[in-house]
């Protein structure tokens, strides 16, 4: 969840600027987290707030495909969080909301390194919270708890 600060998209924006900020990473292209704005054309406020596929790179090696949107509401319609070593190809883990081959529309759920084609059930995540996953999965090797 985002901060209590976090009261529009706009702040939503900053919000990620700072996360990208703080971590050990570097972003695919050299410039920095893409986001894509929708804006309103009366009020110039936005209305939609898109991260597209990208990659972050970290520092040993690692590193997380993302893509994400978030709507004026700040809920996120759609998210997948690919955090893998050396290359996508080695998962360590993937948080998405999409379906699970069960007939049961848009899920939350995680794949895991041991198991890369089952689908687990998980919870919304945002990018700050996968994060915190990289974090401790890089610090002492915890993978993300199951709820």
Known sequence: MPPHWVRNLTDYWRWLE???????????NG?????????????????????????????????????????????????SFHYAFDDPRRLIFRMELGPT???SGM????????APDVHLP??????CEVFEAITKYRDDGQLPSLI
Do not use: K, M
């Not at 986001?35 to 009366?42: F, G, K, S």
């Open 101 to 103: 081959g069960g007939g």
């Open 18 to 28: 700072r996360l990208e900020a703080g971590q050990p990473c570097s972003h695919e």
């Open 31 to 79: 410039i920095g987290l893409i986001v894509q704005l929708e804006i309103d054309a009366e009020d110039d406020s936005i209305t939609y707030l898109r991260v597209p596929r990208q990659r972050l790179v970290f520092y040993d090696g690692s590193s997380l495909s993302l893509l994400f949107d978030v709507n004026d509401q700040l809920e996120q319609e759609r998210w």
């Open 122 to 127: 998980y919870r919304e995540v945002d990018l």
């Open 107 to 114: 899920v939350p759920h995680i794949h895991l390194a041991h």
